[in-house]
Protein backbone atom coordinates (compact mmCIF):
# COMPACT_ATOMS: atom_id res chain seq x y z
CA UNK A 1 0.00 0.00 0.00
CA UNK A 2 2.59 2.26 0.71
CA UNK A 3 4.50 1.53 -2.50
CA UNK A 4 0.92 2.61 -4.11
CA UNK A 5 0.53 5.37 -2.27
CA UNK A 6 4.38 6.76 -3.51
CA UNK A 7 3.72 5.97 -7.02
CA UNK A 8 0.23 7.51 -7.34
CA UNK A 9 1.72 10.82 -5.27
CA UNK A 10 4.94 10.81 -7.67
CA UNK A 11 2.73 10.70 -10.91
CA UNK A 12 0.93 13.89 -9.75
CA UNK A 13 4.08 16.09 -8.85
CA UNK A 14 5.38 14.64 -12.22
CA UNK A 15 2.80 17.00 -13.94
CA UNK A 16 4.51 19.89 -12.91
CA UNK A 17 8.01 18.90 -14.41
CA UNK A 18 6.53 17.52 -17.84
CA UNK A 19 4.94 20.65 -18.27
CA UNK A 20 7.70 22.48 -18.04
CA UNK A 21 9.31 20.44 -20.29
CA UNK A 22 9.26 22.47 -23.61
CA UNK A 23 10.94 25.16 -24.61
CA UNK A 24 8.06 27.37 -25.99
CA UNK A 25 5.81 26.66 -22.43
CA UNK A 26 9.15 27.79 -20.57
CA UNK A 27 8.74 31.48 -23.06
CA UNK A 28 5.67 31.36 -22.52
CA UNK A 29 5.88 31.49 -18.94
CA UNK A 30 8.39 33.77 -18.52
CA UNK A 31 6.28 36.02 -20.71
CA UNK A 32 3.23 35.62 -17.94
CA UNK A 33 5.60 36.52 -15.11
CA UNK A 34 5.62 40.04 -16.58
CA UNK A 35 2.43 40.49 -16.13
CA UNK A 36 -1.15 38.93 -17.78
CA UNK A 37 -1.58 38.83 -21.42
CA UNK A 38 -4.11 37.87 -23.90
CA UNK A 39 -3.38 34.67 -26.05
CA UNK A 40 -3.03 36.48 -29.35
CA UNK A 41 0.00 38.69 -28.04
CA UNK A 42 1.27 35.46 -26.25
CA UNK A 43 1.17 34.06 -29.41
CA UNK A 44 2.99 37.04 -31.32
CA UNK A 45 5.31 38.00 -28.54
CA UNK A 46 7.11 33.95 -28.76
CA UNK A 47 6.62 33.58 -32.22
CA UNK A 48 3.98 30.79 -32.63
CA UNK A 49 0.94 30.33 -34.30
CA UNK A 50 -2.15 30.84 -32.40
CA UNK A 51 -3.26 27.28 -31.92
CA UNK A 52 0.12 26.02 -31.05
CA UNK A 53 0.25 28.29 -28.90
CA UNK A 54 -3.47 27.99 -27.15
CA UNK A 55 -2.38 24.01 -26.56
CA UNK A 56 1.06 24.61 -24.93
CA UNK A 57 -1.03 27.46 -22.67
CA UNK A 58 -3.64 24.40 -22.24
CA UNK A 59 -0.99 22.22 -20.94
CA UNK A 60 0.07 24.52 -18.24
CA UNK A 61 -3.53 25.17 -17.45
CA UNK A 62 -4.13 21.60 -16.74
CA UNK A 63 -0.74 21.54 -14.47
CA UNK A 64 -2.05 24.14 -12.58
CA UNK A 65 0.92 26.56 -13.56
CA UNK A 66 -1.08 29.62 -14.90
CA UNK A 67 -4.87 30.47 -14.63
CA UNK A 68 -7.09 32.44 -17.36
CA UNK A 69 -9.98 34.57 -17.49
CA UNK A 70 -12.79 35.53 -19.93
CA UNK A 71 -12.61 39.22 -20.97
CA UNK A 72 -15.36 39.11 -23.78
CA UNK A 73 -14.72 37.22 -26.40
CA UNK A 74 -10.76 37.10 -25.32
CA UNK A 75 -9.27 34.46 -22.79
CA UNK A 76 -6.51 35.88 -21.00
CA UNK A 77 -3.44 34.09 -18.98
CA UNK A 78 -1.31 34.77 -16.28
CA UNK A 79 0.84 32.69 -14.00
CA UNK A 80 -1.02 31.21 -10.84
CA UNK A 81 0.68 32.56 -7.81
CA UNK A 82 4.10 33.89 -7.22
CA UNK A 83 5.73 30.85 -5.99
CA UNK A 84 5.26 29.88 -10.07
CA UNK A 85 7.79 32.36 -10.98
CA UNK A 86 9.73 31.34 -7.86
CA UNK A 87 10.29 27.72 -9.72
CA UNK A 88 10.80 29.69 -13.15
CA UNK A 89 13.92 31.77 -11.89
CA UNK A 90 14.98 28.82 -9.63
CA UNK A 91 14.51 26.32 -13.05
CA UNK A 92 17.02 29.17 -14.86
CA UNK A 93 19.68 29.46 -12.35
CA UNK A 94 19.96 25.78 -11.91
CA UNK A 95 20.48 25.28 -15.18
CA UNK A 96 22.67 28.14 -15.47
CA UNK A 97 24.63 26.25 -13.00
CA UNK A 98 24.93 22.92 -13.67
CA UNK A 99 24.14 23.26 -17.42
CA UNK A 100 27.45 23.88 -19.82
CA UNK A 101 25.45 24.32 -22.74
CA UNK A 102 23.73 27.61 -21.31
CA UNK A 103 26.61 29.32 -20.22
CA UNK A 104 28.17 28.51 -24.52
CA UNK A 105 24.85 29.34 -25.88
CA UNK A 106 24.92 32.88 -23.80
CA UNK A 107 28.71 33.47 -25.08
CA UNK A 108 27.71 32.80 -28.48
CA UNK A 109 24.21 34.12 -28.85
CA UNK A 110 23.33 37.02 -26.22
CA UNK A 111 24.43 40.57 -26.88
CA UNK A 112 26.52 42.07 -24.04
CA UNK A 113 27.20 45.53 -24.29
CA UNK A 114 27.82 46.25 -21.27
CA UNK A 115 31.23 45.99 -20.26
CA UNK A 116 30.74 47.47 -16.51
CA UNK A 117 29.64 45.15 -14.11
CA UNK A 118 25.82 45.62 -13.77
CA UNK A 119 23.72 46.72 -10.69
CA UNK A 120 22.67 44.00 -8.56
CA UNK A 121 19.09 44.65 -6.56
CA UNK A 122 20.68 45.43 -3.31
CA UNK A 123 22.38 48.55 -4.58
CA UNK A 124 19.95 49.57 -6.80
CA UNK A 125 17.99 49.30 -3.80
CA UNK A 126 20.16 51.70 -1.56
CA UNK A 127 20.36 54.09 -4.43
CA UNK A 128 16.79 54.63 -4.99
CA UNK A 129 16.86 55.17 -1.53
CA UNK A 130 19.35 58.21 -1.61
CA UNK A 131 17.93 59.55 -4.52
CA UNK A 132 21.18 59.54 -7.17
CA UNK A 133 19.69 56.97 -9.98
CA UNK A 134 16.70 57.27 -12.30
CA UNK A 135 15.30 53.52 -13.20
CA UNK A 136 13.84 53.12 -16.36
CA UNK A 137 11.68 50.24 -17.49
CA UNK A 138 12.53 49.89 -21.07
CA UNK A 139 9.75 46.28 -21.26
CA UNK A 140 6.79 46.94 -23.32
CA UNK A 141 4.40 49.88 -21.30
CA UNK A 142 1.97 46.73 -20.94
CA UNK A 143 4.36 45.02 -19.16
CA UNK A 144 4.76 48.37 -17.13
CA UNK A 145 1.55 48.65 -15.68
CA UNK A 146 1.22 45.08 -14.47
CA UNK A 147 4.12 45.68 -11.87
CA UNK A 148 7.32 47.57 -12.44
CA UNK A 149 10.35 48.72 -9.85
CA UNK A 150 8.59 51.33 -7.23
CA UNK A 151 9.86 54.90 -8.82
CA UNK A 152 10.91 53.29 -12.13
CA UNK A 153 9.91 55.20 -15.58
CA UNK A 154 8.24 53.57 -18.17
CA UNK A 155 9.94 54.41 -21.41
CA UNK A 156 9.99 50.90 -23.74
CA UNK A 157 12.61 50.65 -25.82
CA UNK A 158 11.93 51.46 -29.22
CA UNK A 159 10.38 55.19 -27.81
CA UNK A 160 14.43 55.44 -25.81
CA UNK A 161 15.86 57.12 -28.84
CA UNK A 162 13.04 59.93 -29.21
CA UNK A 163 12.97 60.34 -25.48
CA UNK A 164 16.58 60.57 -24.73
CA UNK A 165 15.76 64.33 -24.05
CA UNK A 166 13.59 63.47 -20.90
CA UNK A 167 16.40 61.93 -19.01
CA UNK A 168 17.99 63.93 -16.59
CA UNK A 169 21.72 64.60 -17.17
CA UNK A 170 23.08 64.59 -13.13
CA UNK A 171 22.20 60.97 -11.92
CA UNK A 172 23.11 58.01 -13.72
CA UNK A 173 20.37 55.70 -15.42
CA UNK A 174 19.74 52.08 -15.06
CA UNK A 175 17.68 50.36 -17.49
CA UNK A 176 15.87 47.15 -16.67
CA UNK A 177 13.87 44.84 -18.34
CA UNK A 178 12.48 41.29 -18.67
CA UNK A 179 15.56 39.01 -17.08
CA UNK A 180 19.12 38.54 -17.07
CA UNK A 181 18.18 37.07 -20.77
CA UNK A 182 16.16 40.13 -22.13
CA UNK A 183 18.06 42.38 -24.79
CA UNK A 184 16.32 45.29 -23.88
CA UNK A 185 18.06 47.03 -21.13
CA UNK A 186 21.47 46.17 -22.77
CA UNK A 187 20.02 47.63 -25.74
CA UNK A 188 19.05 50.66 -24.14
CA UNK A 189 22.25 51.33 -22.49
CA UNK A 190 24.14 51.15 -25.48
CA UNK A 191 22.01 54.01 -27.16
CA UNK A 192 22.27 55.79 -23.92
CA UNK A 193 25.69 55.89 -23.69
CA UNK A 194 26.44 56.76 -27.15
CA UNK A 195 24.35 59.77 -26.33
CA UNK A 196 26.75 60.67 -23.96
CA UNK A 197 24.31 59.61 -20.83
CA UNK A 198 25.54 57.37 -17.86
CA UNK A 199 23.95 54.49 -17.83
CA UNK A 200 23.94 50.89 -16.51
CA UNK A 201 21.72 47.55 -16.56
CA UNK A 202 20.29 46.00 -13.99
CA UNK A 203 21.44 42.42 -13.45
CA UNK A 204 18.40 40.82 -13.57
CA UNK A 205 15.11 42.09 -14.22
CA UNK A 206 11.58 43.16 -12.55
CA UNK A 207 10.32 39.22 -11.85
CA UNK A 208 13.32 38.71 -9.67
CA UNK A 209 13.01 41.96 -8.07
CA UNK A 210 9.13 41.43 -7.12
CA UNK A 211 10.09 38.06 -5.65
CA UNK A 212 12.95 39.22 -3.36
CA UNK A 213 10.38 41.11 -1.72
CA UNK A 214 11.08 44.67 -3.11
CA UNK A 215 9.06 47.51 -3.71
CA UNK A 216 6.86 47.65 -6.99
CA UNK A 217 4.09 49.55 -8.27
CA UNK A 218 1.43 48.90 -10.57
CA UNK A 219 -0.19 51.42 -12.83
CA UNK A 220 1.07 54.35 -14.02
CA UNK A 221 3.96 55.71 -12.63
Excluded at 169 to 181: F, K, L, T, W
Aim: with cysteine; net charge negative; charged share 25%.
Amino acid sequence: MNGLFKDRLYEQLARAGQALANGHRLELLDLLCQGERGVEELAQEARLTLQNASQHLQVLHRAHLVERRRAGIQVRYRVAGTEVAEVWVSLRHLAADRIPEVSLVMAEDFRQPDPLEPVDQPELERRLAVGDVVVIDVRPSLEYLAGHIAGAISIPVDELEDRLGELPNDREIVAYCRGPYCLFSGDAVVLMRRAGIAARRLREGFPEWSIAGRAVAVGAG
